[in-house]
Nanobody, 115 residues
Framework: QVQVVESGGGLVQPGGSLRLSCAAS????????MGWYRQAPGKQRDLVAH???????IYVDSVKGRFTISRDDTKNTVYLQMNNLKPEDTAVYYC?????????WGQGTQVTVSS
């Protein structure tokens, strides 16, 4: 079993940057595909970015060119670098670890983009 804990959220002005981190406990982190999701008030939770075990990445169109997902298997951590943030990026951001039929979610970290 894996436990994931997100950190790095906060309040930032439009055009600013944040880096989210997701630290995972347990062994075999490198065997898990990792993803960042977000959920705005009154909306469903949607995929933002995904990284496979061999570091292939997928992004939702709205964040392409602004967000970068990466992983450091030596630290059991996945990151989401967010640049040029917009008010519509405001949401709770969740980390997900996935392997075979198992999924593990963190508790989320709030990102608010506002002037």
């Amino acid at each position: 079993q894996v436990q994931v804990v997100e950190s790095g959220g906060g309040l930032v002005q439009p055009g600013g940057s944040l880096r989210l981190s997701c630290a995972a406990s347990g062994s075999a982190f490198s065997r898990y595909a990792m993803g960042w999701y977000r959920q705005a008030p009154g909306k469903q939770r949607d995929l933002v970015a995904h990284i496979t075990t061999d570091e292939r990445t997928i992004y939702v169109d709205s964040v392409k060119g602004r967000f970068t997902i990466s992983r450091d298997d030596t630290k059991n951590t996945v990151y989401l670098q967010m640049n040029n943030l917009k008010p519509e990026d405001t949401a709770v951001y969740y980390c997900r670890a996935a392997r075979d039929n198992s999924n593990y979610w963190g508790q989320g970290t709030q990102v608010t983009v506002s002037s």
